[in-house]
């Protein structure tokens, strides 16, 4: 442990040896649980198989997701979730602006969230998923009684009553394993989980149904050309030329071709460029901004092959086991670390770089062939699954 992280750990464990443990999961069941995520979608699509494996360890127990509000689509309609609550904390994420430490002391002090969660009389156990300093006084500030984190990626663990050793092992098991801290052995795979509705089912039905042509068969395929971190995401520029040379090839081996490009309202710019770039007469529209996160969900569950940056796109394309090719570059520069903590089992694959030029986060990119041709030997594996089926 470094000297900052021995600096910051310090007084968690002081302000923990006030929070005493007042709960034995391993002795008597708990009335509530609740489980802290308030970070990025896809580190929050990640955590979803927690769910259901607390709920087959504690069938009675109330779950409780505290995520921040722009989280909350991911997590509708779950059955393993009683009740989601809204915390908006001001660390790890991208959607709160102001991080400093003083905002997130105002925060965990004057935060009328934090109130909220107080006001219910504290909960028999807590899980802090991400494993931060700021979680285990946030825990303590709820009232958790038995709370459980995350030892030496940021800190907090000194805090809590138990937890997990981090390393770089895929995210959604390094979840399961605080579950697992709790007795849980019914565990699911580690994909993400999304559960939709009808309504929403069918509403991506009727836009793939706009791009149809009649008469033939059509290889849908979602595109997503953005990320939260912009560093990570493939010029779109590129992207373009890679949509229109799958089209073509899909279009001269007898299949109509439907791309859609997803994402939010700040991906339109780019989505614009790779339409542009993709030229004329290629099959490609864009629906950035324009629909809601779960009928983005529903668009992915329908499409045949995924392509997308290392983003939300790539983790919701996990949830429904759709062939997806990731394309790594820029600041992400060790791919294979990068697929063992956030990657998945085929039908998920990566395309990064052949060689780095260090600091040059703007040429590490493979090339528009190479991905193109990781997206045909999808669109392939797909058809000989449909093949095999019929």
Known sequence: MGLKDLLIETPVWVIGRFYRPRFDPHRETPREILVLRPNDFGELLTTTPLFEALRKRFPATRLVAGVGSWG?????????????????????????????HRNVLRFLRQSPQIAALRARGGFDIGIDVLGSYMGALLMMRAGVRYRIGVRGYRGGWSGCQAHIDFSARQCGRAALAQGELLGATALPDVRPQLFLSAEERARA??????????????????????AGVPTKAWDARLAGAALAQIAQAVEKAGDACDIVIVGNAADRTRAAEAIAAAGPGVPVRSLAGE?????????????????????MLMHVAAAFHRPTVAVLGGSVTRP???DAIWGYAPPYRSVSPEQYVPGQHAQNWPSVERVVQAVLEQVDMKRTCVGAAA
């Open 205 to 226: 039905a009727r836009i793939w149904r706009a791009g149809a042509v009649p008469g033939r068969g059509a290889v849908r395929l979602i595109a997503g050309v953005g």
């Open 291 to 311: 629909v809601p996160m779960r009928v983005v969900f529903a668009l992915t569950e329908a499409a045949h092959v995924v392509l997308t940056n290392s983003s």
């Open 72 to 100: 909350v689509p991911i997590l509708e309609n779950n059955p393993f979730i009683d009740e989601i609550v809204e915390i908006d904390a001001p660390w790890n994420n991208k959607l709160v602006e102001d991080r400093s």
């Open 336 to 338: 294979e670390r990068h």
